[in-house]
């Protein structure tokens, strides 16, 4: 009896979950807080990229309809911009936890649209609710200052002001995250945002917006316009150009992210960018082998290779080399499983689509044709489904081939021998990019010297895994501009006003 109930139980709890993922999967837009279509009438496809099954059809707005989210974000920003801070805050807190209620269909809808393995999906999902969290505690501390006047008849006062409305553009890669990381703050700091997630993965972020709903946001202040990849960039000139939109913050890759740059320029617009890496991962003579095989396994691996801090480049000392590259090797043989990432016994998932498959195998062939070793890998996984990379490894990296200076984007180490630090560290700087930079030294006087001298905005010492709603996220070079999480990651949105009180 005691059995039975329990079983039935668990039926029911199925049941209410299963319609709880389908309450979160919306198939329109949400504008001035509307579920909306787009005018057209037009919709496309989001793919599941394990079994290129259609999770769903989203609508595919064109400059029209982007043009009524940004009218409905400057209105709503109007207001929001006077509410107080605790109250900004105590909304962002509310969105945070109904976030946090619906962690587990967020995860579903995560790896259905993207096919990152569930378990990673559901870090994820933790990972981007930390920065609604973080910046809904950051809504209260946002401080101005009083500065001594020259002149004793004056006093001088410096306030901090939301910049107004804002157009948030993100990646595929981290559905969730990329969204969050920005709109946290912006609404933290009293802006209201236009979000146009990729085309790959609309649905986390339509997610993200019914959550809003429930959290009880006034409607205007989160919106998301979902558009095709053809729509995208008319939709983007339109968002960087509107005389009503203050600032664009952008995640993606480094062409799109220049483009939008000079898009900004026109009207001298406030820009956050978070653009390619090119990583590079040292492993010194003096480290622990192990404990850098285990880092270069999170970070190159995560997401199928596909984040854009994973180590891209990885430079071994000769003294160690033959060593790091035999236990890599055979991790990379135990540990990786490619299948249904829904599955947790699968832990690493497709590529997100046809471009990104046919970019990383034409890398490897490159290298091979150049004269790289193969010493794991080098083809499709078809028989795991159509989008799938064998894990591969590669050494006898030389400047000429294209994994030297491209990001791969993808299950591919490879790996180059250095002799001395000096030489290590002109490869690592030699590239355009300067987002995130690993090595693995036990010398204490060597981590000082080559923390300072790479050219990167954050460096993981002994650490594959570095980023944190605490930390400042962001780049050096081609790499980026500005700083996402963090209490920098308000400034961003913010201005400062100076005020002279005179005649006192
Ligand atoms: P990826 O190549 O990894 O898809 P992109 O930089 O092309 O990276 O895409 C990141 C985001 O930029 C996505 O939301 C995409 O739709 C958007 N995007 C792509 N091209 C443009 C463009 N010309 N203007 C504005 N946004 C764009």
Known sequence: MLCHLTARRVFIFKQFMAARYLSLVQEKAFVNGVWTEAKSG?????VNPYNQSVVAKVPDMSTGDAEKAINSAYEAFRTWQNVPAKERSSLLRKWYQVVDSNKEELAKIITAESGKPLKEALNEVLYGNSFIEWFSEEARRIHGEIIESPVGTREIMVVKQPIGVVGLITPWNFPIAMIT????AALAAGCTCVVKPAEDTPLTALALAKLTEEAGFPKGLFNVVTCSRDNAPAVGKLICESPKVAGISFTGST???????KQCAQGVKRIGLELGGNAPFIVFDSADIQKAVGGAMASKFRNCGQTCVSANRFLVQENVFDQFVSMLKQEMVQQLRLGDTTKPENNLGPL??????EKVESIVKDALQKGANLHVGGN???SVGPLFYEPTLLTGITPDMRCYNEEIFGPVVTVIKFKSEEEALDIANNT??????????SNMAQVRRVAKQLCVGMVGINEGIISTAEAPFGGVKESGIGREGSHHGIDEYTFIKYLCVGNL
């Open 42 to 46: 037009t919709t496309f496809d989001v």
């Open 181 to 184: 990381r920005k709109a946290g």
């Open 255 to 261: 062409n799109v992210g220049k483009l939008l740059y």
């Open 352 to 357: 997100i689509n046809q471009p990104q498959l």
């Open 380 to 382: 499709r996984a078809s």
């Open 432 to 441: 355009h990019s300067g987002l995130a930079g690993y090595f693995y030294s």
